[in-house]
């Protein structure tokens, strides 16, 4: 397992110089890195490469020991997202759906419009008027903006507080860190970019107003419990303690992806279960942005109906990807079905052209975890017994299609 191991990490590594996007973090020898960075080798020999290694893993035994069989399954679903990749980009071309089981394990459900609509009907109560829904709701939101000023004294307030609830349930490596970084012209809103040794790079996109909502949104998803402490458990439980060096490359359009958001987006609900979000923003965040902290039970009671658009994104996406709808059309759908601004639809459909189905990671990602986590927990469970099956997911290879 070691050796196919090791040559998937290089196969990786070298599909990384077909496809800029693809290697999301590497941390094991820099050598393999500098031997992949010296030639570039044709997709078509990467793609025999990738049959091999599976035609390879395929002929390894299946192990007694739970962990040693999770790992095999999930090195060999990885290989086949990486062959997948390399298909796309050799002209392959998947439906939405078909690309995203490729990729990610997994099929996002297709939803009418009507079930969007019932939940916009229930919005439109909130904000009785004339004109757009959208635009009422975007009035609304506007008094909820962190000046810019302020953006960075709530992030770090917000992450203060994410990290001190991880570590109440969580041992993370004591040498564990992140440095934050704001940025301008990127398709996405933050981005957590895992250096190894237990650090992040975390970088917050600023082109758009950043409403109250986001810092401890992004403070959870790409730092504590999410993305950060997700790649610390990884490499101090994997890498470190047992040496699997598959887990020091992360291929971004591949199952493990799935895990990495919808662990990020869950991990906010263990964080801040139930009124604890509302009261941590009443307390730290409201104040550290000079935003009416009064306000705060109003604004996550209609956050908490928007949320119910959250899969209107996919639509968008599916209907954009698969032909059906061109890019003004995906912008004007997003602006309908998911509430966002003319600016933030359109950011969304550079999403959709960077990134694909990756959309549905986010979402269909954080509902199956969710599933996991309370069927192993008991939907009643203690905080406690909820961080327990939380981490060990965290600290574990499972696959998006044994999360069901
Ligand atoms: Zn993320």
Redesign the pocket.
């Known amino acids: 397992m070691n050796q196919i191991a090791e040559r998937y990490v290089k196969l990786v590594l070298a599909l990384g110089r077909h496809d800029a996007d693809y290697v999301d973090a590497y941390y094991g020898p820099p050598e393999w890195k500098q031997e992949a960075g010296r030639a570039s080798v044709p997709l078509d020999e990467l793609g025999q490469r990738g049959r091999a290694l599976l035609d390879a893993i395929g002929k390894v035994p299946v192990p007694a020991v739970e962990l040693d069989r999770l790992r095999r399954t999930y090195l060999e679903r990885q290989l086949s997202a990486v062959g997948a990749r390399i298909r796309m980009l050799t002209g392959e071309r998947l439906t939405f759906d078909e690309e995203s089981k490729a990729l990610y394990d997994a099929v996002a459900p297709t939803l009418p419009e009507s079930h969007f609509q019932s939940i916009l009907d229930q919005l439109e109560k909130a904000f009785p008027g004339s004109g757009p829904l959208a635009a009422r709701y975007d009035q609304f939101r506007s008094r909820f903006v962190i000046p810019r000023a302020k953006v960075d004294g709530v992030f770090k307030a917000a992450i203060q507080g994410c990290r001190e609830r991880t570590l109440a349930h969580v041992r993370l490596p004591e040498s564990e860190q992140f440095t934050i970084e704001y940025v301008t012209d990127k398709s996405w809103s933050g981005y957590?970019w895992y250096q190894g040794n237990f650090r992040s790079l975390i970088q917050v996109n600023t082109d758009l107003p950043i409403y109250v909502d986001r810092a401890v949104d992004l403070a959870c998803?790409?730092g504590y419990p999410g993305?950060h402490v997700y790649n610390a458990l990884l490499e101090k439980h994997l890498v470190r303690d047992r040496g699997w060096i598959e887990f020091s490359v992360y291929p971004l359009f591949s199952p493990q992806s799935l895990i990495?958001?919808g662990t990020?987006n869950y991990g906010i609900e263990v964080a801040f279960p139930g009124p604890a979000r509302v009261a941590f923003e009443k307390a730290v965040v409201f104040p550290a942005a000079g935003l009416d902290a009064s306000q705060a039970g109003e604004y996550y009671r209609v956050q908490g109906l928007v949320d119910g658009l959250a899969y209107a994104g996919n639509e968008a996406a599916r209907r954009y990807l698969n032909g059906q709808i061109d890019r003004a059309a995906a912008a004007a759908w997003l602006q309908r079905f998911a509430l966002m601004p003319k600016d933030r639809a359109e950011q969304r459909v550079r999403f959709f052209d960077q990134y694909r189905s990756y959309v549905i990671n986010y979402n269909l990602g954080k509902d199956l975890v969710r599933r996991f986590v309370e069927a192993r927990a008991g939907a009643t469970a203690s905080e406690a017994r909820r961080w327990e099956e939380f981490e060990k997911l965290l600290s574990s290879p499972r696959l998006p299609s044994t999360l069901q």
């Open positions: 957590n998803h790409e993305h990495a958001e990020a």
